[in-house]
Structures are given as structure tokens and as C-alpha cells.
């Protein structure tokens, strides 16, 4: 089975930065692209931040825009979320997902997704 691993979280001060990276062992993104999710407990997965494998065109939610920046190293098969000025919102377990870009609906939509990772705790507190 597919498993995604995320990484890179921990705690920081509000206004600090983190870099996620998305890697899956034995798995190739080569017809996937790659969606950053993130979830409080209580509440839904919420879309964070898109790449279209195709174009590497990004898609951010309203609330992320201009703080968080996505990256893919396709060669590495390793795909990145910079998070800068970062905000006590911010918290919450980070997961990846790939998306085989076969069904229709919006990229924030979990339904489009064949494969999650375990999730990343991305805490900002001072």
C-alpha cells in the first residue's frame, strides 16, 4: 500500500517558518500531483496548498496566500510546503496526498485523493 510521509513540523513562535517536505518511498509522483491539507481536532480537513504535477501551476487557500509557498522536486520525488509568519491558526496536523487528477471537483476536495500521509504536528505557540 501507498503511504505518504510528511515532515518537517514542530513547535514555533508565532511568526516563525517551517518547511514540510512530502515524500513517498517506493512510490513515483509521476501521474500524481500533490495537495497539502491541514486538520484541527473537531473540524474537517481543510486544502492548504496545491501542485499541479503537469504545469507546476500552485494553488493556495485565501487564508495561507503570500505566507506559504509549495515546491515540487519531482526528480527527487519530494514535494515542499514553506510556511513563513507563521500564526497560532496555523496550528494543526499537516498531512500530504496524491492526487491521480481523474475526478472532477476542486483541489481541496479529499475525494479526489488515492493516497494520504500520517500527518505532520505543526504547532505555533509562543
Known amino acids: 500500500e501507498v503511504q505518504l510521509q510528511a515532515s518537517g513540523g514542530g513547535l514555533v513562535p508565532p511568526g516563525g517558518s517551517l518547511r514540510l517536505s512530502c515524500t513517498a518511498p517506493?512510490?513515483?509522483?509521476?501521474?500524481?500531483?500533490i495537495g497539502w491539507f491541514r486538520q484541527v481536532p473537531g473540524k474537517e480537513r481543510e486544502g492548504v496548498s496545491y501542485?499541479?504535477?503537469?504545469?507546476?501551476?500552485?494553488y493556495y487557500a485565501d487564508s495561507v496566500k503570500g505566507r506559504f509557498t509549495i515546491t515540487g522536486d519531482w526528480p527527487k520525488n519530494t514535494v515542499y510546503l514553506q510556511m513563513n509568519n507563521l500564526a497560532p491558526e496555523d496550528t494543526a496536523v499537516y498531512y500530504c496526498?496524491?492526487?491521480?487528477?481523474?475526478?472532477?471537483?476542486?483541489?481541496?476536495?479529499?475525494?479526489?485523493?488515492?493516497?494520504w500521509g500520517q500527518g505532520t504536528q505543526v504547532t505555533v505557540s509562543s
Open positions: 517506493g512510490f513515483v509522483f509521476d501521474n500524481y500531483s
Open positions: 496526498a496524491a492526487d491521480p487528477v481523474t475526478r472532477p471537483g476542486s483541489w481541496k476536495d479529499t475525494k479526489r485523493y488515492d493516497y
Open positions: 501542485i499541479d504535477k503537469t504545469d507546476d501551476v500552485e
